[in-house]
């Protein structure tokens, strides 16, 4: 049973950083993908950024390229969104997400992931 807890959100105002963690345990998928999925409210959840577990290739939603990115420390079994340059519109509930599917095609695609966390709400003011 893969489990993920994420924590880090917060608000934080235009412009700012921040990071979030995903503490994850039961992942040992070797060449499947761990992911950054967000939603706000009558909107569908929409992935933000991926790694592949095979060999860390990393996927980023055209939105957030440049100012986002993910990482894995297996180590500390625990997944990363380090986001700057934060705007408005990146207010939203974060999760975290795994799956030991193929993935390699569709890492920011939410029907590849059958594990998933609670959230992390961020909130970006102007």
């Known amino acids: 049973q893969v489990r993920l807890l994420e924590s880090g959100g917060g608000s934080v105002q235009r412009g700012g950083s921040l990071r979030l963690s995903c503490a994850f345990s039961?992942?040992?998928?070797?060449?499947?993908?761990m992911g950054w999925f967000r939603q706000t409210p009558g909107k569908e959840r929409e992935g933000v950024a991926a790694?592949?577990?095979?060999?860390?290739?990393?996927y980023y939603a055209d939105a957030v390229k440049g100012r986002f990115t993910v990482s894995q420390d297996n180590n500390k079994n625990t997944l990363y969104l380090q986001m700057n340059s934060l705007l408005p519109e990146d207010t939203a509930m974060y999760y975290c997400?795994?799956?030991?599917?193929?993935?390699?095609?569709?890492?920011?695609?939410?029907?590849?992931?059958?594990?998933w966390g609670q959230g992390t709400q961020v909130t970006v003011s102007s």
């Open positions: 997400a795994a799956t030991g599917f193929y993935c390699r095609t569709q890492a920011l695609s939410r029907s590849v992931y059958n594990y």
């Open positions: 039961g992942y040992g998928y070797v060449s499947g993908c």
């Open positions: 790694i592949y577990s095979g060999d860390d290739y990393t």
